[in-house]
């Protein structure tokens, strides 16, 4: 599990360069990127396999342009 929080009080942040994008396991990264779709939210890169190899990955995108990868359980190794 990994919280994502936002801070209503703060008006703007100053983007990190600490870090490219953090992952997380999803069962299902098709539902999921309908999930943050139904929501109003960005997804970056539909969910499918990556190039050359069957990890199913997609891409969503917070308010702030930060990226945040889904791996399908179960389709890496």
């Known amino acids: 599990m990994i919280e994502l929080t936002y801070n209503w009080d703060t008006n703007s942040y100053d983007k990190g360069n600490a870090y490219g994008h953090i992952a997380i396991e999803v ?35 917070d308010p702030d342009g930060y990226k945040v990868e889904f791996i399908q359980k179960g389709t890496w190794g």
């Open 27 to 61: 069962d299902d990264a098709y539902a999921a990127c309908d999930a943050v779709r139904k929501a109003g939210g960005n997804v970056v890169r539909e969910a499918g396999p990556m190039k050359h190899g069957t990890t199913v990955i997609a891409f969503v995108e």
